[in-house]
């Protein structure tokens, strides 16, 4: 019994150290900064680097895991407000720590009209403060970043919720545009 408590215990602990890590932003990306420069692969196996961007506003979103519920919805979201994005000068990329043949599948099923970057060693994530690592666990957090035609940080979104997001990017896309 006693065991059982003590077992107990260690996984209410584990479960909200993990929670505590997941919430806190790993390195902390301000308005104002330089976005942090990534090359990596997307859901066809090119190469898509920051400035393939350079010029346009660019909608940077990370997702915890390909097919789940609340990241399906969100990218469909993205997905269906995707002409009014566009209309505001800006595009949208997705990152999460999934593969290459993980995001082909997604995007296809969804048919995702923007690119979906695969960081499978969490780099670009950790470089975004957008990381949760359990050490034998790593996953995005829902986090965005909108990065202006210049590659500076225009507004940060943590602790996403993916039902509304797209049209609060719609609606800060044409504020900050308006300057």
């Known amino acids: 019994m006693l065991v ?4 107990y215990g260690l996984l209410l602990w584990l479960a909200v150290w993990g929670y505590r890590q997941y919430q806190q932003p790993s390195t902390r990306l301000n308005v104002g ?4 420069a990534f090359s990596l692969p997307d859901a066809q196996g090119n190469t898509r680097q920051l400035s ?9 979103y990370f997702y915890p895991k390909d097919d789940t519920p609340g990241c ?3 990218a469909c979201h993205f997905r269906d407000d995707i002409q009014q994005i566009h209309a505001l000068g800006a595009e949208v990329v997705g990152i999460s720590v999934d ?8 995007t296809s099923k969804h048919r995702l009209p923007f690119p979906l970057l695969a960081d499978t060693r969490g780099q670009v994530a950790q470089a975004y403060g957008a990381l949760f690592d359990l050490i034998v666990f790593q996953a995005a957090k829902r986090m965005t970043f909108i990065i202006d035609p210049q590659g500076m940080v225009a507004q940060t979104y943590s602790n996403v919720n993916p039902d509304g997001h797209s049209q609060a990017i719609i609606d800060d896309l044409k504020r900050l545009s308006a300057f």
């Open 52 to 60: 393939d961007w350079q010029g346009h506003w660019l909608v940077i």
């Open 99 to 106: 593969t290459v043949a993980s995001h082909a599948s997604f």
């Open 4 to 7: 059982k408590l003590i077992m």
């Open 72 to 74: 399906t919805r969100e």
């Open 33 to 36: 900064m330089k976005a942090p």
